[in-house]
């Protein structure tokens, strides 16, 4: 399939061990949280979500850690596979009155070495 | 497989011609998104339609248009062409109206070039 090619920051891991994928958002009034994995060739997709009045939610082998006080948030993947290898978005949901919408970070392209 | 389909996959095109982008969202969302993914900003929110009426507008430019039918599948039109409009579009959608679940599905692009 085609990549994204963009230029990305690169993280590179060995199958097994845990990779930390890190997100600086910009607003402080940013409610919702969500971590997007996008394959070659595919379109993002859902891994996990983080509520604001949250500092840490886990999934099946994923892990999202939220900083308000220095607005980062962090997914951590535990025995990282050759399967997780993509680049993965952050984004954050804009709070403005009753909507809301999604600001995507430029992405971390993630590689495991077998 | 997300359920949104997105046609065509590769489109290529001159300058200052106008194309269409077409999505059809998973059966019973209402809500669907376009978002542009070129290689130095990533992925950028253009607009949002819930339910064939526009819900809210990103940095979509004013040679760009979109609508939701009655059936709910959307077009994106592009006009007056330029080399920057070359990227990857994304439809995506959801059942509501405002991202609560983090359920964006997305559909698997059109990638424009334009020469």
């Known amino acids: 399939g085609e990549s994204v090619g963009l230029h990305l920051p690169t993280l590179s891991v060995q199958e097994g061990d845990n990779s930390i994928i890190n997100c600086a958002y910009s607003n402080s009034a940013s409610d919702y949280f969500i971590w997007y994995k996008q394959e070659s060739g595919k379109g993002p997709q859902f891994i996990i979500d983080?509520?604001?009045?949250?500092d840490k939610r886990q999934g099946q082998r994923v892990t999202v850690l939220l900083n308000k006080t220095v607005k980062h948030l962090s997914l951590q993947i535990a025995a990282t596979q050759p399967g997780d290898s993509a680049v993965y978005f952050c984004?954050?949901?804009?709070?403005?009155?009753?909507?809301?919408?999604?600001?995507f970070g430029k992405g971390t392209k993630l590689s495991v070495k077998p | 497989d997300s359920g949104v389909t997105q046609t065509p996959k590769h489109l290529i095109t001159a300058t200052g011609q106008r194309v269409t982008l077409r999505c059809s969202p998973r059966s019973g969302d209402l809500s669907v998104y376009w978002y542009q993914q070129s290689l130095d900003q990533g992925l950028q929110f253009l607009i949002q339609y819930y339910n064939g009426e526009e819900r809210a507008k990103g940095n979509i430019l004013e040679r760009f248009s979109a609508q939701q039918f009655p059936d709910l599948h959307s077009e994106l039109n592009l006009s007056s062409l330029e080399l920057g409009d070359s990227a990857l579009y994304f439809c995506a959608s959801s059942v509501s109206g405002t991202v609560n679940t983090g359920e964006l599905f997305f559909g698997e692009g059109s990638r424009l070039t334009v020469l």
């Open positions: 984004a954050e949901r804009e709070r403005r009155g009753s909507q809301g919408n999604l600001i």
């Open positions: 983080i509520r604001s009045n949250m």
